[in-house]
């Protein structure tokens, strides 16, 4: 079975640093795609940006990218010059292009401080 | 031990039916959410309810309505259904809704309106 795993729970950086998030996922299929989805206290899920297994490239949405590396199952995301309104739990996913089915990680719960 | 299960994970009916998905936690939290997964992997939240109370009632049609007998249960009905209801519905639950808290996701139902 697939599971994904967010190793920290909590996370604080000062306004304008980077900060990464880690994200490990466990399946035996090969093509799948990977989410990172930001959750706001108003408890919407908003894509930041995705990842399907087959590219070689990371993805990269402005300030957002990931670090994809396919054989050590690892999908970390990068936040650069982060700013308050990243104040967020983040969720990893995943999601398997045989069933459609998603996983989610339990979340980083990340403060940006002022 | 499953944390969030949904019932169906499948469902199939047509247009005009009424449906019910059932969702239930055994972890104790006092919050539970659904959210409605829409083709391009996006996640719109639906409701909330905490202690059996409604939080959180987007703008969804009155033809959804969630219900909740205890705070381990929180069913979603959907009366007349429309080809646009064609969706993965997914349960959510966490501790609390006061603070960003990490969440455990069902593992969805899939909904096909024909």
């Known amino acids: 079975a697939q599971t994904v795993t967010q190793s920290q729970p909590e996370m604080s950086v000062q306004e304008a640093e980077t900060v990464t998030l880690s994200c490990t996922y466990d399946?035996?299929?090969?093509?799948?795609?990977l989410f990172w989805y930001k959750q706001p206290p108003s408890r919407q899920m908003i894509l930041v940006i995705r990842?399907?297994?087959?590219?070689?490239q990371n993805a990269t949405e402005n300030r957002f990218s990931v670090n994809f590396q396919k054989a050590a199952k690892s999908f970390s995301l990068k936040i650069s010059d982060s700013q308050l309104g990243d104040t967020a739990m983040y969720f990893c996913a995943f999601i398997s292009n045989r069933d459609d089915k998603i996983i989610f990680g339990k979340g980083t719960r990340l403060h940006i401080l002022p | 031990d499953t944390a969030v299960s949904q019932t169906p994970k499948y469902l199939v009916t047509q247009m005009g039916n009424d449906k019910s998905i059932k969702c239930e936690q055994n972890l104790g939290h006092d919050t539970m959410y659904w959210y409605k997964q829409d083709s391009k992997k996006f996640l719109k939240i639906m409701f909330s309810?905490?202690?059996?109370?409604?939080?959180i009632n987007e703008t969804v049609p009155n033809r959804f309505s969630p219900k909740s007998p205890d705070k381990a249960h929180l069913n979603l009905h959907i009366n007349s259904l429309e080809l646009g209801d064609s969706a993965v519905y997914f349960c959510?639950?966490?501790?609390?809704?006061?603070?960003?808290?990490?969440?455990?996701f069902g593992p969805g139902t899939r909904l096909t309106v024909t």
């Open positions: 399946t035996s299929e090969n093509n799948y795609y």
């Open positions: 990842q399907e297994a087959y590219k070689q």
């Open positions: 309810y905490n202690n059996k109370e409604l939080i």
């Open positions: 959510a639950s966490s501790r609390t809704m006061t603070d960003l808290y990490e969440q455990y």
